[in-house]
Nanobody, 125 residues
Framework: QVQLVESGGGLVQAGGSLRLSCAAS????????MGWFRQAPGKEREGVAC????????YYADSVKGRFTISRDKAKNTVYLQMNRLKPEDTAVYYC??????????????????WGQGTQVTVSS
């Protein structure tokens, strides 16, 4: 059974940092693109960042470029999202995703094979 379990969310002041982790189990994910999406209250889910399976190419939404960094540890089947200089508008539930086309990161409805349950990130002003 495939599972994606996120951790690392919480409450932080604006300008602070958090690191999210997504531990994958049930199969080896090294051959899949993995990434992070988020959904704020009253808004649609949006792509944040992803990392490809091969060369580890990374893709980011314009709103987080220069502040967020995605990385993966294939040996641990884990993907991370380092979030720096957080803003109140980054407040959302963050979801880990696996196996999708990185070019669909910012599409309205990307086709994703697996989703995590989500972890809340709240940034206070």
């Amino acid at each position: 059974q495939v599972q994606l379990v996120e951790s690392g969310g919480g409450l932080v002041q604006a300008g602070g940092s958090l690191r999210l982790s997504c531990a994958a189990s049930g199969r080896t994910f090294s051959s899949y693109a993995m990434g992070w999406f988020r959904q704020a209250p009253g808004k649609e889910r949006e792509g944040v960042a992803c990392i490809s399976s091969g060369h580890g190419d990374t893709y980011y939404a314009d709103s987080v470029k220069g502040r967020f960094t995605i990385s993966r540890d294939k040996a641990k089947n884990t993907v991370y999202l380092q979030m720096n200089r957080l803003k109140p508008e980054d407040t959302a539930v963050y979801y880990c995703a696996a196996n999708f086309n990185p070019r669909e990161l910012t599409d309205r409805r990307p086709i994703v094979d697996w989703w995590g349950q989500g972890t809340q990130v709240t940034v206070s002003s």
